[in-house]
């Protein structure tokens, strides 16, 4: 068993930045696909960004492209997302997820371990 505990969220200003951090314990997650999702109120579950376990090949959904970058230090077990230029549409809980495959993937299904979450708010 993994849990995954992120961190980092909060209230911030339109085009401001943050950084989330989502930390691994009970099992490694080096050598695992890493993910980060967000959920707004009333809408589906939707894919931001995935990494590999090497942290050179990355994956984004297409309206973050620019602005996050998903990062990860596989000696911390942890995995980073810098959110910069943010938006009120980005407002959302924000989810890391570790993924049942090596190829990033921008799929729900394709993820077995979800952390609880951390609310990200952008006011305009």
């Known amino acids: 068993q993994v849990q995954l505990v992120e961190s980092g969220g909060g209230l911030v200003q339109a085009g401001g930045s943050l950084r989330l951090s989502c930390t691994a314990s009970?099992?490694?997650?080096?050598?695992?696909?890493m993910g980060w999702f967000r959920q707004a109120p009333g809408k589906e579950r939707e894919f931001v960004a995935a990494?590999?376990?090497?942290?050179?090949?990355?994956d984004y959904a297409d309206s973050v492209k620019g602005r996050f970058t998903i990062s990860r230090d596989n000696a911390k077990n942890t995995i980073y997302l810098q959110m910069n230029s943010l938006k009120p549409e980005d407002t959302a809980v924000y989810y890391c997820?570790?993924?049942?495959?090596?190829?990033?993937?921008?799929?729900?299904?394709?993820?077995?371990?979800w952390g609880q979450g951390t609310q990200v708010t952008v006011s305009s």
């Open positions: 009970g099992r490694t997650i080096s050598s695992y696909t």
């Open positions: 997820a570790r993924s049942k495959y090596i190829l990033t993937s921008e799929a729900v299904s394709a993820y077995d371990y």
């Open positions: 990494i590999r376990e090497d942290g050179r090949n990355t």
